[in-house]
């Protein structure tokens, strides 16, 4: 089973600054990562597919890059929607895991 | 367009047999590619994928489950039912199910529904 490890576990900043979230495989996922975003009380929604496509709808600050190994999901220039949970997902093969989170709140 | 809902008991008692649907719409379980997975959260903590089935019944179940775990269709229906046998206080969160081609991502996802497991 691959581990996706995500860092940090809780991110404070403030309303236009930049978030930088890794996700780290246990072994090569190629290019098989996702990104979820996940407010109170509702469903997970993708944003990122294949490591840096962006979902129908997702507006242009929402990027991510890696390969292999490590991930990296940046939003710039934090809008007051954006604070939020926000989890890694592998297909690379089965079992399909997920990371265990990075929570973006308001410093 | 494409949704999905799931549906089950609120609150359950140890050793019992959890039963979810999900009902969607928008799609046909007998279209090639196409499948449903089911994913869960613990109150306060992480997404853990747990099942999936395709529209050729391929099954697919997480290792750590499995043993747990029934996963079927009812294509004229438009619904995929999971078992979970045995239900544990550890069992209790948020259970999604969510639409997933082959080779592709869980989007979207169903609004979730709570279990409570507790004697």
């Known amino acids: 089973e691959i581990v996706l490890t995500q860092s940090p576990a809780t991110l404070s900043l403030s309303p236009g600054e930049r978030a930088t979230l890794s996700c780290r495989a246990s072994?090569?996922?190629?290019?098989?990562v996702g990104w979820y975003q996940q407010k109170p009380g509702q469903a997970p929604r993708l944003l990122i597919y294949?490591?840096?496509n962006r979902a129908t709808g997702i507006p242009a600050r929402f990027s991510g890059s890696g390969s292999g190994t490590d991930f990296t999901l940046t939003i710039s220039n934090l809008e007051p929607e954006d604070f939020a949970v926000y989890y890694c997902h592998h297909r690379s093969n089965w079992p399909l895991t997920f990371g265990g989170g990075t929570k973006v709140e308001i410093k | 367009q494409i949704t999905l809902k799931e549906s089950g008991p609120t609150l359950m008692t140890p050793t019992q047999t959890l039963t979810l649907t999900c009902t969607f719409s928008g799609f046909s379980l007998s279209t090639t590619g196409v499948g449903v997975g089911w994913i869960r959260q613990p109150p306060g903590k992480a997404l853990e994928w747990f099942a999936h089935?395709?529209?050729?019944?391929?099954?697919q179940y997480s290792p750590s489950l499995k043993s747990r775990l029934t996963i079927t269709k009812d294509t004229s229906k438009n619904q995929v039912v999971v078992t979970m046998t045995n239900i544990d206080p550890a069992d209790t969160g948020t259970y999604y199910c969510?639409?997933?081609?082959?080779?592709?991502?869980?989007?979207?996802w169903g609004q979730g529904t709570l279990v409570t497991v507790s004697s």
């Open positions: 072994q090569s996922v190629s290019s098989y």
């Open positions: 089935i395709y529209w050729n019944d391929e099954k």
């Open positions: 294949d490591v840096s």
């Open positions: 969510a639409y997933r081609r082959q080779a592709s991502w869980f989007d979207p």
